[in-house]
């Protein structure tokens, strides 16, 4: 710990705060799509990224239940309010609670048992944007990717506008074998790193 650190830390009382971000995950989301999506983060809030913009995201150790993915078709007004076609949370820009399947999801749940973070692309609640989820770190080298057409090869009784809804086990594991696609799946799609790895969300990766 630096000087300046144990100063900051003896001078201001709010500095809890401090600690805990430097104990923080950075999540790197970034939008490949060649099309605008707007990010979303439970906890976290939501961002528009056009293509090839960045959201660097700080995610506090401990969180559990975190998830981050993209939402399609978004209209928000100056107070971001409005609602998207896919993954709308509640009609908030920032959202404060998980999205409306169908949506690809990346979960994690950081520094948990043996100081271990558990990370997973999950497509229980169905697919709208391809992804990948990686550490990014030394320490580990974890890299989960969907990017099938799944949208485009979906079948008729299971698409709807923007994305395939979940609920089709054999579909979706025949097509992104890393992802989780049907509960109890965690043998071949959960996957673990240290606590305290950084991370990178890639949508279109
Ligand atoms: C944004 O939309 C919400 C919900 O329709 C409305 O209550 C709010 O006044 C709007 N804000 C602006 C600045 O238009």
Redesign the pocket.
């Known amino acids: 710990m630096s000087l300046f650190t144990n100063l900051y830390i003896s001078f201001f009382p709010v500095s809890i705060i401090f600690l805990n971000s430097a104990n923080a995950a950075r999540f790197g989301v970034r939008n490949n799509c060649p099309y605008t999506v707007w990010a979303a983060a439970v906890p976290g809030g939501g961002r528009r990224l056009n293509q090839g913009e960045m959201w660097a995201l700080d995610v506090p150790a401990g969180t559990t239940g975190g998830r981050i993915w993209a939402r399609t078709g978004c209209q928000f007004?100056?107070?971001g309010?409005g609602r998207c076609t896919t993954g709308d949370c509640w009609g908030l820009l920032q959202c404060q609670d998980y999205g409306t399947p169908p949506n690809t999801l990346a979960e994690f749940a950081l520094s948990q048992f043996n100081n271990m973070d558990f990370i997973d692309l999950s497509l229980l609640d169905g697919f709208n944007v391809p992804m990948e989820f990686s550490s990014n770190s030394d320490r580990c080298n974890q890299v989960i990717r969907c990017t099938a057409d799944i949208v485009g090869q979906c079948p008729d009784e299971l698409k709807i506008d923007g994305g395939c809804n979940g609920a089709c086990r054999v579909f979706f594991k025949d097509r992104c074998p890393d992802a989780y696609s049907y509960p109890r799946d965690d043998a071949s799609s959960t996957f673990t790193c240290p606590g305290g790895t950084n991370y990178k969300v890639v949508f279109c990766p």
């Open positions: 007004n100056a107070s309010m």
